[in-house]
């Protein structure tokens, strides 16, 4: 009696020590698999910041005011604005602001008419 | 026999009855240990699969390399920033046909000749730099076409998306990616840990700024210029231009002059627009009022030599007016009365007789005279004998103008912190150069009229003055500037131009002054630039404003009454 108790004690502990081990084995493969993808998303991720700043700079290169000038020059009927036809608010209420308004929406309504 | 061995055949050897009993306590313990340690093992696999991750990730860290930090302008844009590219050598020992290698790389690396390429992959040596440094594309040419005994090594390199804007603000760097001038520099240790810098450039006011100067180099025929665009609240450098200029990615193949920033390393004397100062001072100090009356007709020589005006007046003109027509006279006799010790107190809190301090290394101190006499006291309150740069009238002209404390100027979006202010100048003081300076450039006989941009209340003054060649003023080359505040009732931006040797033009009815080569480009510049700064044109005449601009000139204004009837 004795002794068959004790044997299925050793079955058991031994079962169990297999289960760990496996289990443990699993663990560790799994860490393995995972520091694995890491070390993927990491290089990803360098990779991904340097063409973002590949075309930061590219960005910054194409949009330069000197480019963007030269190119609106060419190919747009840009002026810079007068500053008689920039307006702040208080200047709306005020007799003369507001003739200049008028003045803007007449010539404004000149350049439709004569565009149609 | 040893006590050892006697003692081991005590434990091993036992009386047969108690074989038994001695067998079962002897498993019991290895039984113990052996149960105790897989409950260990099973106990950890349990707290482990329930705990958190804290330890380290040693892995992302180790791949994380600091790259240097980026150069941003005000509004974000990259000015400076690091790139991949490729080194590409040459092995000569493993070349078999160099004419064959020649050929591959020769379209790939436009700046060697044929020649150079070949005597490069022959040289008895196993590495030949071909390029220190190709893009990725040139690069991936070269691998495609399987060149044997080419190789290339990345390797990351600056790149100055801006070209030659703000140039001399940013700086370079060397071959290792050390900061060698500029912001580069004086920022090393910044950038070198991989934080990103902001500077208080915006780049599209400062492509404004350097367009207008150029301009009038052209117009002049000048030999170069400066320009320095301030924010009077914060200090904050806007734009900062030195004329000619080069491109950053280029710079090895710039000239010594090109390389020089003549708007924070080069000092000249900025002649009249030291006028500014002397009647701040003289107004300040409460030794004049602006009514009181200078005489400015009679002759005036200090040991033997003569201060004369560029257009002699006939009458006596009151403190402001003779900073209105810019006169030497009237400006040498408030100086002298003043006297020395005053004048030094306020140019030095001013700033305008020390170092300039900025974030580049490029700065420069004012040159001045040593033995400050009578002489010296009255030639400095029109500019002359005393020279600074650019930058330092700037900041000066900002305090004047301001609230009357001291401006420290920096290139760090945000500008210098301060503890406490430097007052230099009483409110009173501020509002009467903010509106005489309004007077320079609207009243007739004023020498500013061409900064006039209507809606922006431009003030300012003008500054001509004989370049010192060899020690000695020359008759022929001048140093002409202009600084402009607007707008004048509250100034938000100094601007300061100066045009280095322009010469008359026929359309300049030959002058060549500040207020025929410097004013305009100041106009120029606030004209397309003051929308950019968020600065909206008002209306003068509204009774907001006009209070804050008025000047008495009753002796000019009845000159210019007679004159016209």
Do not use: C
Request: aromatic share 8%; glycine share 8%.
């Amino acid at each position: 009696m004795l002794r068959m108790r004790g044997v299925i004690s050793i079955m058991v502990i031994a079962v169990g020590a297999i289960g760990a081990g496996i289990g443990a084995y699993a663990i560790e493969s799994m860490i393995h698999e995972r520091e694995q993808k890491i070390r993927q998303l990491t290089a990803e991720i360098i990779e991904e910041q340097e063409r973002i700043t590949v075309l930061e700079a590219d960005w910054s290169y194409l949009t330069r005011p000197s480019r963007i000038q030269s190119l609106s020059q060419e190919m747009l009927s840009f002026s810079p604005i007068e500053t008689q036809r920039i307006l702040t608010l208080d200047m709306l209420d005020g007799q003369e602001g507001a003739e200049t308004e008028r003045k803007n929406d007449l010539y404004r309504i000149k350049v439709i008419e004569g565009d149609g | 026999m040893s006590i050892w061995r006697r003692m081991l055949k005590k434990l091993v050897e036992v009386p047969r009855e108690d074989a038994r009993a001695t067998a079962k306590t002897r498993l019991a313990l290895p039984f113990t240990l052996g149960t105790a340690a897989f409950l260990m093992v099973g106990m950890q696999l349990v707290v482990l699969s329930f705990a958190d991750a804290k330890v380290p990730l040693r892995l992302s860290q180790q791949e994380a390399v600091t790259e240097r930090g980026k150069i941003y302008d005000r509004q974000g844009r990259v000015l400076a920033t690091s790139l991949p590219a490729y080194e590409l050598y040459a092995d000569p020992r493993t070349i078999m046909n160099p004419y064959e290698v020649t050929a591959k790389l020769s379209d790939l690396l436009p700046h060697l000749t044929e020649e150079k390429i070949f005597s490069l992959i022959t040289r008895n040596s196993n590495y030949a730099e071909l390029s220190w440094r190709v893009s990725p594309a040139v690069y991936a040419k070269a691998l495609e076409r399987g060149i044997v005994g080419v190789y290339g090594r990345k390797r990351m390199t600056r790149f100055y998306p801006q070209k030659n804007e703000a140039a001399h603000v940013i700086g370079i760097v060397n071959k290792d990616n050390h900061g060698l001038t500029g912001i580069e520099a004086g920022l090393e240790d910044t950038l070198a840990k991989g934080e990103d810098v902001h500077l208080s450039i915006d780049i599209a006011v400062q492509a404004i700024l350097r367009q207008e100067i150029q301009e009038e180099i052209n117009n002049f025929h000048a030999i170069g210029g400066a320009g320095v665009v301030l924010d009077v609240q914060t200090g904050e450098i806007i734009a900062l231009a030195s004329l000619p200029d080069y491109n950053s990615n280029i710079y090895n193949q710039a000239n010594t002059d090109a390389k020089f920033n003549r708007a924070t390393k080069g000092v000249y004397e900025l002649g009249s627009t030291f006028k500014i100062f002397n009647t701040a001072m003289a107004l300040d100090s409460g030794r004049f009022s602006a009514n009181d009356m200078i005489d400015v007709v009679s002759p005036l020589r200090v040991n033997g030599r003569p201060i004369d005006d560029f257009h002699p007046e006939k009458k006596p003109l009151n403190v402001a007016e003779v900073m209105i027509v810019s006169s030497n006279k009237g400006s040498a006799r408030i100086a002298d009365a003043l006297g020395q010790e005053i004048q030094q107190k306020y140019l030095t809190e001013l700033g305008l007789l020390d170092r300039l301090s900025l974030e580049i290394p490029e700065v420069a101190s004012p040159l001045y005279p040593s033995r400050w006499k009578r002489l010296s006291t009255m030639t400095v309150s029109y500019g002359h004998g005393i020279s600074v740069t650019p930058t330092h009238l700037a900041s000066a002209v900002a305090s004047v103008v301001g609230d009357g404390n001291r401006v420290y100027p920096s290139l760090l979006k945000g500008g210098l912190k301060k503890d406490f202010d430097e007052q230099v100048f009483t409110r009173e003081t501020v509002n009467h150069i903010r509106a005489i300076m309004r007077r320079v450039v609207t009243h007739k006989r004023g020498t500013g009229k061409y900064a006039d941009i209507s809606g922006y209340v431009v003030g300012g003054k003008t500054g001509t003055s004989e370049k010192i060649v060899n020690g000695r003023y020359s008759k022929k080359l001048n140093i002409t500037s202009f600084v402009g505040v607007f707008p004048s009732h509250d100034p938000r931006y100094v601007v300061v131009v100066m045009v280095d040797e322009p010469k008359g033009q026929k359309f300049s009815s030959y002058y060549a002054t500040g207020g025929w080569v410097a004013a305009p480009a100041v106009g120029g510049f606030i004209r397309r630039a003051a929308p950019m700064l968020g600065v909206a044109p008002v209306n003068e005449k509204s009774p907001k404003i006009r209070p804050f601009l008025e000047v008495n000139s009753p002796q000019l204004d009845a000159e210019v009454q007679n004159a016209s009837y």
